[in-house]
C-alpha cells in the first residue's frame, strides 16, 4: 500500500438520487477527522452523479468518482465502490444516508484507534423522509450479549442495522454476496463476525433515510425473493445455527408467515434443491395447526419450543 493511504475509505454506491447524495457529501465536508478518501461508485445512466462529484471535489480534494460502463445494481455496486478504497478501514455510506454531525466520523476513527477490532457500529437514527419524523435505533442488550455469542442470531433480527452504520477493517475478503438482495447485509455481518470482534458505540453517528424507493422496500415480503434466499442462506451458514432458540424461532415464524407448508410451494417460489429433515418437520407440525392457533402467539411460540427440544438432536449437516 501507499505510504498516503488514507486511514478510512468512505464508499458511496450511487444512483442517480442526487439530491440524496448532496445532503451526503455536505454531512462529509464538514467531518473533522479529515484522514479519509471518498469513493463514489455510479450505476447511473447519465451524468448528474459525475456532475455532483465534480461540483464537491473542491470541498473533498480526496474524492474519486468511478462509472460503472454496465450498471452493476444491488449489492454488486456495493462491492465495486469498496474494492476501490485504499483506506485501512471501509466506512460504506448509502447515498439516501448521512452523518448525524461533524463528530461523526471522529468517533468510528477513535473507536478503530482504541480497541483495534475489526468491526464497529453505531447506534443511529431511522429518518421517515415523508413523514418528517425520526426514531433512535439501538440493539436490545440481551440480543446484543447474544451475539457476541453466537453472530447467527442476526436472522431472527437484525440488531446492528444496514451497512451505512457500519465500519469494517478493510481486509478485501468479505465482499457482499451477491445471491442475496434481503439478507444481503446480515449474510456479511455473519460471515464477518465468525472471526472478528464487534464494537457498539451507543452515540448515534448515522441517518438512516427511510423511504419508499429503497431496494428493501421492493423485496420485504416477497416470498419470490424472500423464500430462495432464507433456504441459500440456511444452506451457506449451515443448520447448526439452528441449534439456537433464536434462530431456530426465526424460522418457525419464517415457515408460518409465508405459508410455506410443502415442499411444492418451496419450489414455487423458486427454491428446488434439498431441505434439511428438520424444517420439513417444521412445515409438517404446521401445515396441521389450525389457522387462528398458528397465529396466536403464546401457542406459536409454545409449539416452536416444543419442536426445538424434541428435534434439536436432529439438526446436523
Not at 452504520?165 to 455473519?190: A, E, Q, S
Request: overall charge positive; hydrophobic content about 40%; aromatic content about 12%.
Amino acid at each position: 500500500m501507499p505510504a498516503d493511504r488514507p486511514y478510512i475509505s468512505i464508499c458511496i454506491p450511487a444512483y442517480k438520487r442526487t439530491e440524496f447524495l448532496k445532503r451526503l457529501l455536505d454531512s462529509i465536508a464538514i467531518q473533522k477527522f479529515r484522514d479519509f478518501e471518498v469513493i463514489i461508485s455510479d450505476d447511473s445512466p447519465g451524468d448528474e452523479v459525475k456532475s455532483m462529484a465534480d461540483h464537491f471535489s473542491e470541498h473533498l480534494p480526496a474524492l474519486i468518482y468511478h462509472r460503472n460502463t454496465i450498471p452493476l445494481g444491488t449489492p454488486a455496486n456495493w462491492n465495486e465502490a469498496t474494492r476501490h478504497g485504499r483506506g485501512e478501514w471501509i466506512k460504506i455510506m448509502h447515498d439516501d444516508d448521512w452523518f448525524c454531525g461533524p463528530d461523526s466520523l471522529t468517533k468510528f476513527a477513535e473507536a478503530a484507534r482504541k480497541t483495534g477490532d475489526n468491526f464497529i457500529f453505531s447506534s443511529y437514527f431511522d429518518v421517515y423522509l415523508s413523514k418528517n419524523k425520526r426514531k433512535r435505533i439501538m440493539p436490545p442488550t440481551f440480543r446484543f450479549r447474544m451475539l457476541q455469542k453466537e453472530p447467527a442470531i442476526l436472522i431472527s433480527k437484525n440488531i446492528i442495522g444496514p451497512p451505512s452504520v457500519v465500519m469494517c477493517k478493510n481486509d478485501g475478503n468479505h465482499p457482499y454476496d451477491t445471491r442475496f438482495k434481503w439478507l444481503v447485509d446480515i449474510d456479511m455481518y455473519i460471515c464477518r463476525l465468525q472471526q472478528d470482534k464487534i464494537v457498539y458505540l451507543p452515540e448515534p453517528l448515522i441517518n438512516v433515510g427511510i423511504g419508499e424507493d429503497q431496494v428493501t422496500s421492493f423485496v420485504h415480503g416477497v416470498p419470490e425473493v424472500e423464500v430462495p434466499e432464507h433456504f441459500y442462506f440456511l444452506k451457506k451458514h449451515g443448520v447448526n445455527q439452528l441449534k439456537n432458540i433464536l434462530v431456530y424461532d426465526a424460522w418457525w415464524r419464517f415457515v408460518r408467515n409465508f405459508r410455506l407448508f410443502s415442499k411444492a410451494i418451496i419450489e414455487n417460489y423458486g427454491y428446488s434443491a434439498s431441505v434439511h429433515p428438520v424444517i420439513l418437520s417444521m412445515i409438517a407440525w404446521q401445515k396441521r395447526m389450525p389457522g387462528a392457533l398458528l397465529r396466536n402467539g403464546l401457542f406459536s411460540k409454545s409449539a416452536m419450543f416444543l419442536h426445538f427440544v424434541t428435534h434439536k438432536k436432529g439438526l446436523s449437516e
